[in-house]
T-cell receptor, first 115, second 113 residues
Framework: SQQGEEDPQALSIQEGENATMNCSYK?????LQWYRQNSGRGLVHLIL?????REKHSGRLRVTLDTSKKSSSLLITASRAADTASYFC???????????????FGRGTQLTVWP | NAGVMQNPRHLVRRRGQEARLRCSPM?????VYWYRQLPEEGLKFMVY????????ESGMPKERFSAEFPKEGPSILRIQQVVRGDSAAYFC???????????FGSGTRLTVV
């Protein structure tokens, strides 16, 4: 089963508003990553947060991680029409004897930003 | 640095044919991962390879699917005797170490007719 689950499945906002997407996961993780995918294209890495970090910023992006609740959020401030895309969280599990490497993806949040 | 290169971008195969998908990792990356994405879904892990070795193939169907990453040349995902259910986007990612710094290719969209 998928490790990460994003919420909401779809989000529609106006330019200038903030967009918040949430991600929940099930097992202990080494790190959590957020990716963006434009329609019909590959994934672009946005930001990585390690399990011992609580918050990280990158430009208009802010990511939080709560390992006690096994959840993360991605905030995009002052959204633009060009931010329209699908956003995925992906986790890397703690090594339990298996090799650290594979990403577990959620189904994604489809963000639409209207001009 | 050309990034992760996948080819072809689009591939159409008739049922029963073979599909070969290629992935050239970023320069300096020795870890390669293949993922499959169905419409409206997230990516599902298939296989993780390092040069000449399969590290984790737990996400790959036991039959008809195989992957390799030879000492020289790109990684190849091979699907034999394709069926309609194999139609999907197949993405390759590479990294210099496991767990961090993934770069994804643009994917190969396989359509089985």
């Amino acid at each position: 089963s998928q490790q990460g689950e994003e919420d909401p499945q779809a989000l529609s906002i106006q330019e200038g508003e903030n967009a918040t997407m949430n991600c929940s996961y099930k097992t202990s993780i080494n790190n959590l990553q957020w990716y963006r995918q434009n329609s019909g294209r590959g994934l672009v890495h946005l930001i990585l947060i390690r399990s011992n970090e609580r918050e990280k910023h990158s430009g208009r992006l802010r990511v939080t991680l709560d390992t006690s609740k096994k959840s993360s959020s991605l905030l995009i401030t002052a959204s633009r029409a060009a931010d329209t895309a699908s956003y995925f969280c992906a986790t890397v599990q703690r090594d339990r004897g298996s090799t650290l490497g594979r990403l577990y993806f959620g189904r994604g949040t489809q963000l639409t930003v209207w001009p | 640095n050309a990034g992760v290169m996948q080819n072809p971008r689009h591939l159409v195969r008739r049922r029963g044919q073979e599909a070969r998908l290629r992935c050239s990792p970023m320069k300096g990356h020795s870890h390669v991962y293949w993922y499959r994405q169905l419409p409206e879904e997230g990516l599902k892990f298939m296989v993780y390879l390092q040069k000449e070795n399969i590290i984790d193939e737990s996400g790959m169907p036991k039959e008809r699917f195989s992957a390799e990453f030879p000492k020289e040349g790109p990684s190849i995902l091979r699907i034999q005797q394709v069926v309609r259910g194999d139609s999907a986007a197949y993405f390759c990612a590479s990294s210099s170490q496991g767990g961090y710094g993934y770069t994804f290719g643009s994917g190969t969209r396989l359509t089985v007719v």
